[in-house]
Each structure stands twice: as structure tokens, then as C-alpha cells.
């Protein structure tokens, strides 16, 4: 299969607008089983349609100053391509609300919306965690870190051995 022209396809340099790094410091969260998405036939890295199940819930995290980070790295494998996502955040408060909810992310896998500071594309909204979803795989809190003020660092990932078929999907909502 030829690359040739497929590369560079809707890049352009130019001051109009100009690339922009970093997400907005809001998060979307939301239990695997509580949505069903809707992809496009022709292009799979699209999702038309999201719908909410009978008592689903999505969470909204806000942070400040990129307190928020998303990664996608390739790993080449026997069959193919394949995505490592990762989704880096903080939150504050030492409430059992919030140890309650770490519990539960601890148990499940979510899937989450990210939307990027770059708005120019069609993926200025990422889902992360789209196939195989994301688990919770690190959730550290150190009380003198003035960083975080006492509050966790938060890493969201794929699970083991179940990296995602495409890097994170474009929601066209």
C-alpha cells in the first residue's frame, strides 16, 4: 500500500493557525458499558453517534495551568499497529467522595474525552480508550507535594496486553 500523498494530508504550515500544544483542562470521563458509540463506515477513526445507556453517568474533571496531559505512542506488533494512550491528570481533595471514585476507577474501565487546545482540525475532540478502554494504573498522592497541593496524580491507560487498534478517534458530535 503507497504512503505517497497520504502523509501530509490537511497539513499546511502557516501564521493563520498556528499549532497549538496541550489540551483544555477538562476531562470527560465515563464508564465503558454506560455509552454506545457509532463509527463512521468509511472511516474508522470517526465517531458520528454517542449515546448514553438508561443511568449513565459521565464525569467532568476540571483542572488549571495543563494539569492535564494525553499521550498516544505506536508500538509496532506482529499484526500490526498498535496505540498506547495515556492520560495524565490531577485532582484536588481528600473527601471519601473522591477516594470513592478512585476505588471505583481502580475496579472498571472508562473511556474519555479530551479536547485539544488546537482547534483548527477535525480532531480538536479526541476519545481515548475507544476499543479496549482505559484503567486506572496509577494513583499517587504525596501530602508535602506543592505541586498538587496535597492533592493525587492521576495515570489512565490501557489495560495490559490490550493496546488500541487506532491512535485515540475524532467524535464528530
Avoid: C, H
Avoid at 67 to 87: A, C, D, H, M, W
Amino acid at each position: 500500500m503507497s504512503i505517497y500523498n497520504k502523509i501530509n494530508a490537511g497539513f499546511s504550515l502557516g501564521t493563520d493557525q498556528p499549532i497549538t500544544s496541550g489540551i483544555e483542562d477538562i476531562i470527560y470521563l465515563f464508564n465503558e458499558s454506560d455509552v454506545t458509540l457509532t463509527y463512521d463506515t468509511i472511516n474508522p477513526l470517526i465517531v458520528t453517534g454517542i449515546a448514553a445507556v438508561t443511568s449513565a453517568k459521565i464525569y467532568k474533571f476540571e483542572g488549571t495551568n495543563n494539569s492535564f496531559n494525553t499521550t498516544s505512542k505506536l508500538t509496532k506488533t506482529q499484526v500490526g499497529p498498535r496505540y498506547t494512550e495515556e492520560i495524565d491528570f490531577n485532582i484536588a481533595g481528600l473527601s471519601t467522595d473522591v477516594k470513592t471514585q478512585l476505588m471505583a476507577m481502580g475496579y472498571g474501565r472508562v473511556k474519555a474525552i479530551a479536547i485539544n487546545n488546537y482547534k483548527s482540525g477535525d480532531s480538536s475532540i479526541e476519545l481515548f480508550g475507544a476499543v479496549n478502554g482505559l484503567i486506572l494504573t496509577d494513583a499517587e498522592r504525596n501530602a508535602a507535594d506543592e505541586t498538587v497541593e496535597g492533592g493525587y496524580k492521576l495515570k489512565l491507560t490501557n489495560p495490559d496486553k490490550l493496546k488500541e487498534p487506532y491512535p485515540p478517534k475524532f467524535p464528530l458530535f
